[in-house]
T-cell receptor, first 115, second 116 residues
Framework: GAVVSQHPSRVICKSGTSVKIECRSL??????MFWYRQFPKQSLMLMATSNEGSKATYEQGVEKDKFLINHASLTLSTLTVTSAHPEDSSFYIC???????????FGEGSRLTVL | AQKITQTQPGMFVQEKEAVTLDCTYD???????LFWYKQPSSGEMIFLIY??????QNATEGRYSLNFQKARKSANLVISASQLGDSAMYFC?????????????FGSGTRLQVQP
């Protein structure tokens, strides 16, 4: 089946640094990618929707200047957490939608810990 | 109002027995899709089953079946013959394409623990 790969799977960083998470669709072209955030023991909350070649659409309450999303190609979207703080520590999961009827495929997730 | 409601934070089931995980949803969109995902402790989201709003029959995938009651707006997941490996978080989710919202909206999840 289709595969979406996220990297890194785990990252630990110091407060104030920026962290980039990559989401790649390995065997299909993803016209749309979605970024979710999941706090411990909670559900997945949509952060933003990114379409290839255009600006991401952010959900209400998500700071676009803090969570930079770039969808530069049909197979790659990146999420950059800028000036990370401990409260940004979370599990970030991307999902990618292919053309056509459009199943959604999820990446393995990236666990961010900000010290 | 919540779009997807899962009222069971946790469930226990004996190995080899069947279990039903509840999910109700709220939408005014006539066209929608309902999904169930399994999330083990590793964090990956594993797709289990899909039900379209216009599907006449309940979806089934191996040991998973979806009890779709459209009038009640419920889409319960039934797992038959539970296995120890079924222990995980289970999320119900909905997609509403006619609203332009192609992302999934997730419920709060149910933690299932299968006991030997």
């Amino acid at each position: 089946g289709a595969v979406v790969s996220q990297h890194p799977s785990r990252v630990i960083c110091k407060s104030g640094t920026s962290v980039k998470i990559e989401c790649r669709s390995l065997d299909f072209q993803a016209t749309t990618m979605f970024w979710y955030r999941q706090f411990p023991k909670q559900s997945l909350m949509l952060m933003a929707t990114s379409n290839e070649g255009s600006k991401a659409t952010y959900e209400q309450g998500v700071e676009k200047d803090k969570f930079l999303i770039n969808h530069a190609s049909l197979t790659l979207s990146t999420l950059t957490v800028t000036s990370a703080h401990p409260e940004d520590s979370s599990f970030y999961i991307c999902s990618a939608r292919s053309r056509g009827p459009g199943e959604l495929f999820f990446g393995e997730g990236s666990r961010l810990t900000v010290l | 109002a919540q779009k997807i409601t899962q009222t069971q934070p946790g469930m226990f089931v004996q190995e080899k027995e069947a279990v039903t995980l509840d999910c109700t949803y709220d939408t005014s969109d006539p066209s929608y899709g309902l999904f169930w995902y399994k999330q083990p402790s590793s964090g990956e989201m594993i797709f289990l089953i899909y039900q379209g709003s216009y599907d006449q029959q309940n979806a089934t995938e191996g040991r998973y079946s979806l009890n779709f009651q459209k009038a009640r707006k419920s889409a319960n997941l039934v797992i038959s013959a539970s296995q120890l490996g079924d222990s995980a978080m289970y999320f119900c989710a909905m997609r509403e394409p006619d609203t332009g919202r192609r992302a999934l909206t997730f419920g709060s999840g149910t933690r299932l623990q299968v006991q030997p």
